[in-house]
Structures are given as structure tokens and as C-alpha cells.
């Protein structure tokens, strides 16, 4: 009997063992998936790499997608990843640099003339290794960059010039230097505000105006506010989507290959999809009074004059950003 009992003690200890060094495949995984926007690029983006994920793991990663601030207001959905309470995000750039000053290299004016040129710089194989590096150390990790839109200002007030813009108070995607400095520059007071904080303010006129995309001004009916939305000149709005880390070590290799080529497949609507939305957005914004405005080549190139020495000084303040900065401008000129 005292055999059996040792027998039977020695099995389960074994079973045991087994168990706890099953690889981490064998479980269930939940993939929680965060965006202050809905019905835009990251939505879909989300959507087909949630059919990727879910099809080759064969629902053993369940991915739950969270649109229009679902799971709180941008920073608490920034903190989530880095502790990894969410498994990813994807927001205006700026929110992230208090975590990776890093960053905020992709919020630079003048960096990237056109989207298509950001996006062919940022899926450079050299580009992207950089970029996976940002946030090492802080719980989190650049999944895809996000290049979203051109950055739009829209206001109250109809900005034909640069002079138009001199006294507005207007709401930027962050509060670090390269998000505040070159508006300062041109006359602006920045107040950084969240995106779901935003259309409150502006409707009240707490704010005479606010810079995001095209996309979630439509899908959040800000032409019943205000009417002028103004191209900035060559400055882009990035949403990257990132990835907690701890997420990607618990789900082991086999898994974290698949995540991470599915988001590489999901990546590709961030060009063509990308660029017929945001065309289709400013048609749905016209056909509800809205006005859709470029600035002359004479006042893009003074908007430009302006902002680019304050770019070049906040970037040159820290070695790693000068280093990231300098390395995105030469792959501008390869790619051009």
C-alpha cells in the first residue's frame, strides 16, 4: 500500500512537472486591442489581424478589439501596455514620448513630405530595426509605426495664412517639446488634451482649435463644431500601435512569429487603404459643410522656415533622438 501511495505520488509530481513546462502555446491567450478612433485605418488594420491571429492559432490567441476609447482615455490605455493590463494600443505619437523620448522623432515637420514617402521610410528593413528598439526598457514595443495622415488643424476660424494662426489656443496630440515648441513658434498656445477630451472643449471654445486626422474628425461629426480644416505643411500624424512586452515573452515563439507576421500583412492597408479613406473622409466632410484647406507654396514654405530650426534644436538635444532623427533623413532622400 505504502509502494502504491509513493507510485502514485511519483506520478503526479511528474504530471505536474509536464505541465509547468508545457509551451506556452498549449494556453489560451487574449489579445486586447485599444484605439481612440473607430472606423478608420487602425480599426481595420485591427480587424484583419485579428482574422490572421485567430485563423493560424487556431483561437488559441482570442483577440478582442476595443475601438473609441473602450478601455479608457489615451494615457490609462498607454499605462496598460507598459504594465501589460492591455496587450496593445495605438494613439497619437505625443502620449508616448513621456515613456521613450524616442518617439517624437516621427511627430518632426518637415520630416516626411508626403505619407507615401514616410510609409516606404518606416517599412525599411534599417528603419524598422531602430524603431523595434524604442521602449525597450519601458514594457513596450513599436509593432507598426502607424503613419495615419497628414496632421490637420481644424478651428473656428478659417487659417489661410500664418499669420492666421498668431493667438489660437489649440489642442496638440501630446505635451513634449516637439509637440508644443514649433507651435509656440508660430504664434499657437498648445494645450495637450486627449482626443476624447477634445470635442468637448472645442464645442464649448475652450479651445479655438485642435490637430489630429481627417479620419476621427469624421467619425466623431466634429464638422457640427467647427467647419475649416487646414493642412499642415510636410508634418505627419502617427498613431503607432504598440505592443506590451510581457505579452509577447508569455506567448512564446511560435505564437509572437505569427502576431508579428500578421501585423506586417495588416501594415500594408496603412498605404492604398489609407489614402482612399482619407480622400473618401474629406469627401464625407465637404458634403457636411466642412471645408478642406491647403495652405499657398509661399506660407507652406514660410510655415516650414519656421518650425524647422526649433525641430532641428529639440532634436539635437538628446544624442539617441539626434541619432534616430538623422537616420530617418537620409532614408528620406533613398526613398523620395
Same mark, same amino acid.
Given at each position: 500500500?505504502?509502494?502504491?501511495?509513493?507510485?502514485?505520488?511519483?506520478?503526479?509530481?511528474?504530471?505536474?512537472?509536464?505541465?509547468?513546462?508545457?509551451?506556452?502555446?498549449?494556453?489560451?491567450?487574449?489579445?486586447?486591442?485599444?484605439?481612440?478612433?473607430?472606423?478608420?485605418?487602425?480599426?481595420?488594420?485591427?480587424?484583419?489581424?485579428?482574422?490572421?491571429?485567430?485563423?493560424?492559432?487556431?483561437?488559441?490567441?482570442?483577440?478582442?478589439?476595443?475601438?473609441?476609447?473602450?478601455?479608457?482615455?489615451?494615457?490609462?490605455?498607454?499605462?496598460?501596455?507598459?504594465?501589460?493590463?492591455?496587450?496593445?494600443?495605438?494613439?497619437?505619437?505625443?502620449?508616448?514620448?513621456?515613456? =521613450?523620448?524616442?518617439?517624437?522623432? #516621427?511627430? @518632426? &515637420? +518637415? %520630416?516626411?513630405?508626403? /505619407? !507615401?514617402?514616410?510609409?516606404?521610410?518606416?517599412?525599411?528593413?534599417?528603419?524598422?530595426?531602430?524603431?523595434?528598439?524604442?521602449? =525597450?526598457?519601458?514594457?513596450?514595443? #513599436?509593432? @507598426? &509605426? +502607424? %503613419?495615419?495622415?497628414? /496632421? !490637420?488643424?481644424?478651428?473656428?476660424?478659417?487659417?489661410?495664412?500664418?499669420?492666421?494662426?498668431?493667438?489660437?489656443?489649440?489642442?496638440?496630440?501630446?505635451?513634449?517639446?516637439?509637440?508644443?515648441?514649433?507651435?509656440?513658434?508660430?504664434?499657437?498656445?498648445?494645450?495637450?488634451?486627449?482626443?476624447?477630451?477634445?470635442?468637448?472643449?472645442?464645442?464649448?471654445?475652450?479651445?479655438?482649435?485642435?490637430?489630429?486626422?481627417?479620419?476621427?474628425?469624421?467619425?466623431?461629426?466634429?464638422?457640427?463644431?467647427?467647419?475649416?480644416?487646414?493642412?499642415?505643411?510636410?508634418?505627419?500624424?502617427?498613431?503607432?500601435?504598440?505592443?506590451?512586452?510581457?505579452?509577447?515573452?508569455?506567448?512564446?515563439?511560435?505564437?509572437?512569429?505569427?502576431?508579428?507576421?500578421?501585423?506586417?500583412?495588416?501594415?500594408?492597408?496603412?498605404?492604398?487603404?489609407?489614402?482612399?479613406?482619407?480622400?473618401?473622409?474629406?469627401?464625407?466632410?465637404?458634403?457636411?459643410?466642412?471645408?478642406?484647406?491647403?495652405?499657398?507654396?509661399?506660407?507652406?514654405?514660410?510655415?516650414?522656415?519656421?518650425?524647422?530650426?526649433?525641430?532641428?534644436?529639440?532634436?539635437?538635444?538628446?544624442?539617441?533622438?539626434?541619432?534616430?532623427?538623422?537616420?530617418?533623413?537620409?532614408?528620406?532622400?533613398?526613398?523620395?
Amino acid at each position: 500500500m505504502k509502494a502504491t501511495a509513493l507510485l502514485f505520488s511519483g506520478a503526479m509530481l511528474t504530471v505536474g512537472t509536464l505541465l509547468a513546462t508545457a509551451p506556452a502555446t498549449a494556453q489560451q491567450f487574449t489579445m486586447k486591442l485599444s484605439s481612440p478612433t473607430i472606423n478608420d485605418v487602425v480599426h481595420e488594420y485591427y480587424k484583419h489581424m485579428k482574422a490572421g491571429i485567430e485563423q493560424r492559432t487556431a483561437g488559441k490567441i482570442k483577440v478582442e478589439i476595443y475601438p473609441a476609447n473602450q478601455l479608457g482615455q489615451i494615457p490609462a490605455t498607454v499605462e496598460g501596455v507598459a504594465l501589460g493590463t492591455i496587450e496593445a494600443t495605438s494613439v497619437a505619437n505625443g502620449f508616448y514620448i513621456s515613456l =521613450e523620448p524616442r518617439f517624437q522623432v #516621427l511627430d @518632426a &515637420p +518637415g %520630416l516626411f513630405p508626403d /505619407l !507615401m514617402t514616410g510609409y516606404k521610410v518606416l517599412r525599411d528593413p534599417a528603419i524598422r530595426a531602430r524603431l523595434a528598439t524604442w521602449g =525597450e526598457n519601458k514594457g513596450i514595443e #513599436l509593432l @507598426a &509605426p +502607424g %503613419l495615419y495622415s497628414p /496632421l !490637420m488643424l481644424l478651428t473656428h476660424k478659417e487659417i489661410r495664412t500664418v499669420a492666421d494662426l498668431q493667438g489660437q489656443k489649440i489642442r496638440t496630440q501630446g505635451g513634449a517639446p516637439i509637440q508644443v515648441e514649433p507651435f509656440k513658434k508660430l504664434g499657437i498656445i498648445p494645450v495637450s488634451l486627449p482626443l476624447g477630451e477634445a470635442l468637448p472643449a472645442l464645442q464649448n471654445k475652450t479651445i479655438d482649435g485642435m490637430v489630429a486626422a481627417a479620419a476621427p474628425y469624421v467619425a466623431f461629426k466634429y464638422y457640427d463644431i467647427a467647419k475649416p480644416m487646414t493642412y499642415l505643411p510636410a508634418t505627419m500624424f502617427a498613431a503607432p500601435v504598440v505592443v506590451s512586452r510581457t505579452f509577447m515573452k508569455a506567448i512564446g515563439p511560435d505564437f509572437e512569429k505569427i502576431v508579428r507576421e500578421e501585423s506586417a500583412k495588416a501594415e500594408e492597408l496603412f498605404a492604398d487603404w489609407n489614402l482612399n479613406d482619407i480622400k473618401a473622409k474629406e469627401e464625407i466632410w465637404k458634403k457636411n459643410g466642412g471645408e478642406v484647406n491647403t495652405l499657398s507654396a509661399e506660407e507652406s514654405k514660410r510655415y516650414v522656415d519656421i518650425v524647422a530650426p526649433v525641430t532641428a534644436t529639440i532634436m539635437a538635444a538628446n544624442p539617441k533622438v539626434k541619432e534616430d532623427y538623422e537616420a530617418l533623413l537620409a532614408a528620406v532622400k533613398k526613398w523620395k
